[in-house]
């Protein structure tokens, strides 16, 4: 149990579909992220919240937006995706934003698939 | 680019056997962290390393950071089946960009 809980952990949707990934820590920590990692490819950071403000945005497409409604959640909804958007979505939680100071604590993430 | 970049890209090794694993960067730092991926899961942190540290150990790992060289090396004791993983080095800039990036990863495979 890494206090990170991420749901679903595995998702299939089709290009035209709506959904919502999530994310929730009890860890008691200020900062939340996203990061993508795809197939042989490097973890990819997406978007850094900071006690609910967004302090990051890797240019991502505008097909996923983030919300973070306080500092234990944090949500990244999808739409219109592409069958290159398939990856693992991992959810991370630190102390602060300043990450490179203290640990990330990640989530099991959600294994995505788009048909 | 802020991230580490490990090396090798993969090493498979007996179990017992030790297992290093290097990480080079190219901005300062303030510190630096090792995590670990098993196969579909999350990251989990193993180790920090503070710039002004040459060398920290904690159970069957140890850490080295050369700052001069921009480098740092994570050597595995004894390693065992459960060790095979991704292992990944995460810089902590002084400037710039805070958040982590992470680079590829060295796949260590222990074989039983």
């Known amino acids: 149990e890494t206090g990170v809980t991420q749901t679903p952990r595995h998702l299939v949707m089709g290009m035209t579909n709506k959904k919502s990934l999530k994310c929730e820590q009890h860890l008691g920590h200020n900062a939340m992220y996203w990061y993508k990692q795809s197939a042989k490819k490097p973890l990819e950071l997406m978007f850094v919240y900071n006690f609910k403000e967004q302090t990051e945005n890797n240019s991502v497409p505008s097909r996923f937006s983030p919300e973070c409604p306080n500092s234990s959640h944090l949500f990244l909804h999808l739409h219109t995706l592409q069958p290159e958007d398939s990856a693992l979505y991992l959810c991370?939680?630190?102390?602060?934003?300043?990450?490179?100071?203290?640990?990330?604590?990640f989530g099991n993430g959600t294994r995505l698939t788009v048909t | 680019s802020q991230q580490g970049e490990e090396d090798p890209q993969a090493l498979s090794i007996q179990e017992g056997e030790n297992a290093t694993m290097n990480c080079s960067y190219k901005t300062s730092i303030n510190n630096l962290q090792w995590y670990r991926q098993n196969s579909g899961r999350g990251l989990v942190h193993l180790i920090l390393i503070r710039s002004n540290e040459r060398e920290k150990h904690s159970g069957r790992l140890r850490v080295t950071l050369d700052t001069s060289k921009k480098s740092s090396s994570l050597l595995i004791t004894a390693s065992r089946a459960a060790d095979t993983a991704s292992y990944f080095c995460a810089p902590g800039p002084i400037t710039g960009r805070r958040a982590l990036t992470f680079g590829s990863g060295t796949r260590l495979q222990v074989q039983p």
């Open positions: 991370a939680s630190s102390q602060d934003r300043e990450s490179g100071r203290a640990p990330l604590h």
